[in-house]
């Protein structure tokens, strides 16, 4: 049995559910809208032009290709570390679901996600695709890991990769400032025998200074993998 949503997941205004001839006759399951054509354009997509090249950060001046973060990146890194994606723009909007979804539990939020996830998979397909496990205190507080939910959503298969160190317990990420987001000593372990393949994906919510994922990337290319490419549902841009 298909579960429609009936009110829209954002502004509870009633869908409009009304099956195509091409929905009838594909025999496929049916992704039923969860959030209205207002709520799904309040959502914006991160900018393309005028951004930095590795981490879509904006750029100040017009003859830059590089931001100040990954230009320090690069002192430290290859560029290959710094191969990443942002979807949306960390917006009010944005800020919203991710309060209602990830630090109210409101679960069914998720759903709201799960057109753009499919989208992004069947792009990057070739890849294994992974999450950060969230810390033993956060998981506890939630009871879920919001990407790890994400992905049951829109179906995508996914490795679990990484452990969190339980020896670098402190306060939560997005507590952070950006200093100590630079600060971030490894706060992951990860499990050699289930790094079965060479090309990598790790999703995130939302980036910021993309220390954490760097750390991440860190044991990844310890192990001899080829390819890393990092996506986010938001980028941040923190002060």
Same mark, same amino acid.
Not at 54 to 66: N, R
Not at 156 to 179: R, V
């Given at each position: 049995?298909?579960?429609?949503?009936?009110?829209?997941?954002?502004?509870?205004?009633?869908?409009?559910?009304?099956?195509?001839?091409?929905?009838?006759?594909?025999?496929?399951?049916?992704?039923?809208?969860?959030?209205?054509? @207002?709520?799904?354009?309040?959502?914006?997509?991160?900018?393309?032009?005028?951004?930095?090249?590795?981490?879509?950060?904006?750029?100040?001046?017009?003859?830059?290709?590089?931001?100040?973060?990954?230009?320090?990146?690069?002192?430290?890194?290859?560029?290959?570390?710094?191969? %990443?994606?942002?979807?949306?723009?960390?917006?009010?909007?944005?800020?919203?679901?991710?309060?209602?979804?990830?630090?109210?539990?409101?679960?069914?939020?998720?759903?709201?996600?799960?057109?753009?996830?499919?989208?992004?998979?069947?792009?990057?397909?070739?890849?294994?695709?992974?999450?950060?496990?969230? @810390?033993?205190?956060?998981?506890?507080?939630?009871?879920?890991?919001?990407?790890?939910?994400?992905?049951?959503?829109?179906?995508?298969?996914?490795?679990?990769?990484?452990?969190?160190?339980?020896?670098?317990?402190?306060? @939560?990420?997005?507590?952070?400032?950006?200093?100590?987001?630079?600060?971030?000593?490894?706060?992951?372990?990860?499990?050699?025998?289930?790094?079965?393949?060479?090309?990598?994906?790790?999703?995130?919510?939302?980036?910021?200074?993309?220390?954490?994922?760097?750390?991440?990337?860190?044991?990844?290319?310890? %192990? @001899?993998?080829?390819?890393?490419?990092?996506?986010?549902?938001?980028?941040?841009?923190?002060?």
């Amino acid at each position: 049995m298909i579960d429609e949503i009936t009110h829209c997941l954002r502004c509870q205004e009633p869908l409009r559910s009304q099956l195509s001839w091409q929905q009838i006759w594909s025999f496929t399951t049916i992704d039923w809208p969860s959030c209205c054509e @207002s709520c799904q354009s309040k959502f914006k997509k991160c900018a393309t032009k005028e951004v930095c090249r590795y981490c879509q950060h904006p750029l100040i001046k017009a003859d830059e290709t590089i931001c100040f973060d990954c230009q320090q990146w690069l002192k430290l890194y290859d560029e290959h570390y710094l191969n %990443h994606r942002s979807i949306f723009e960390y917006n009010d909007f944005f800020k919203d679901w991710i309060r209602d979804y990830k630090y109210l539990g409101d679960i069914r939020q998720a759903q709201v996600m799960v057109p753009i996830m499919k989208e992004y998979y069947y792009q990057y397909s070739n890849y294994t695709w992974t999450y950060l496990p969230s @810390s033993p205190q956060n998981y506890k507080k939630r009871g879920f890991n919001q990407i790890q939910v994400l992905f049951e959503k829109a179906g995508i298969p996914y490795q679990e990769l990484f452990d969190y160190n339980i020896n670098q317990l402190g306060q @939560s990420q997005a507590k952070k400032n950006k200093t100590e987001r630079l600060n971030l000593v490894q706060p992951f372990i990860i499990n050699k025998e289930k790094l079965e393949t060479k090309n990598i994906l790790i999703m995130d919510d939302v980036y910021t200074t993309g220390t954490t994922l760097i750390r991440a990337k860190e044991l990844l290319f310890q %192990h @001899s993998i080829e390819r890393c490419l990092s996506l986010t549902l938001a980028r941040d841009s923190l002060i």
